[in-house]
């Protein structure tokens, strides 16, 4: 059962990759150019011999775009199934459909939204090289904390359904969800290390991107995931049920 729940979800993310590498070349890959060219402007200006390239722009923005969102998809796919197995049955009546779509919408909320709102995506060209272990650390303790945070919350507001029903539960969730993650990040310290002269178009357009391509991804396993387990479901149930006597 689980087995097949693992391959269901490393295949759906691998669609639901396929669809971000879409939204990415669409929508991410130009605000990148813009963020190089800014780079390579800044250079010239300051007499610096612009960087060797190691692998080409062009490959980068295709070949390896595509390796890379397939591999991160497929990924939060699988580890996506697992978390549904865990969870299932324990959350009440809920069906593949709606349990997959809550399921992507806190890994969405805990795993992306949450982290950027504290320290969002930043384009090439933003930010110090000699600081991008301290960012990177500071951007997991963040992760990390948002899903504690929100897997404790879930357990919460099981344990309150049957005192104070289901819709005032997830409430009472949720509000302590929001003021706990608000102090971790009033806690943590901020990383402001944009360029003074850098386009706030292109920042601002490369955040929506990031988040646009999280979302894309996300809903896609979510989705997907939900639809092909319920379908799976219901199969197993007619081929389960005995035929009547005539």
Same mark, same amino acid.
């Given at each position: 059962?689980?087995?097949?729940?693992?391959?269901?979800?490393?295949?759906?993310?691998?669609?639901?990759?396929?669809?971000?590498?879409?939204?990415?070349?669409?929508?991410?890959?130009?605000?990148?150019?813009?963020?190089?060219?800014?780079?390579?402007?800044?250079?010239?200006?300051?007499?610096?011999?612009?960087?060797?390239?190691?692998?080409?722009?062009?490959?980068?923005?295709?070949?390896?775009?595509?390796?890379?969102?397939?591999?991160?998809? %497929?990924?939060?796919?699988?580890?996506?199934?697992?978390?549904?197995?865990?969870?299932?049955?324990?959350?009440?009546?809920?069906?593949? =459909?709606?349990?997959?779509?809550?399921?992507?919408?806190?890994?969405?909320?805990?795993?992306?939204?949450?982290?950027?709102?504290?320290?969002?995506?930043?384009?090439?060209?933003?930010?110090?090289?000699?600081?991008?272990?301290?960012? %990177?650390?500071?951007?997991?303790?963040?992760?990390?904390?948002?899903?504690?945070?929100?897997?404790?919350?879930?357990?919460?507001?099981?344990?309150?359904?049957?005192?104070?029903?289901?819709?005032?539960?997830?409430?009472?969730?949720?509000?302590?969800?929001?003021?706990?993650?608000?102090?971790?990040?009033?806690?943590?310290?901020?990383?402001?290390?944009?360029?003074?002269?850098?386009?706030?178009?292109?920042?601002?357009?490369?955040?929506?991107?990031?988040?646009?391509?999280?979302?894309?991804?996300?809903?896609?396993?979510?989705?997907?995931?939900?639809?092909? %387990?319920?379908?799976?479901?219901?199969?197993?149930? =007619?081929?389960? %049920?005995?035929? =009547?006597?005539?």
């Amino acid at each position: 059962m689980v087995g097949s729940l693992i391959l269901r979800g490393l295949i759906v993310g691998l669609v639901a990759g396929l669809l971000a590498f879409g939204c990415a070349k669409l929508i991410g890959e130009p605000q990148v150019d813009k963020a190089i060219a800014y780079e390579a402007q800044r250079d010239a200006a300051k007499g610096e011999a612009p960087s060797e390239e190691i692998v080409s722009r062009e490959v980068q923005s295709s070949l390896g775009l595509l390796a890379g969102v397939l591999v991160y998809g %497929t990924a939060v796919g699988g580890l996506f199934a697992l978390a549904f197995a865990f969870v299932s049955g324990r959350v009440g009546r809920i069906g593949p =459909r709606g349990l997959a779509a809550l399921l992507a919408l806190a890994g969405f909320l805990a795993i992306v939204l949450v982290p950027q709102l504290k320290y969002p995506a930043n384009p090439p060209s933003v930010g110090d090289p000699e600081t991008i272990g301290h960012r %990177t650390a500071l951007f997991f303790i963040m992760m990390a904390a948002s899903i504690a945070t929100m897997v404790g919350m879930v357990n919460l507001s099981l344990r309150l359904k049957r005192r104070l029903g289901a819709w005032n539960a997830a409430l009472v969730a949720a509000g302590l969800f929001i003021l706990i993650i608000a102090g971790v990040q009033l806690l943590l310290p901020d990383v402001n290390e944009i360029p003074d002269d850098f386009p706030a178009v292109v920042l601002w357009r490369f955040r929506e991107a990031s988040l646009a391509i999280q979302l894309v991804l996300w809903a896609g396993i979510g989705l997907g995931f939900g639809w092909l %387990t319920e379908r799976s479901a219901s199969g197993q149930f =007619r081929f389960s %049920t005995p035929a =009547r006597a005539h």
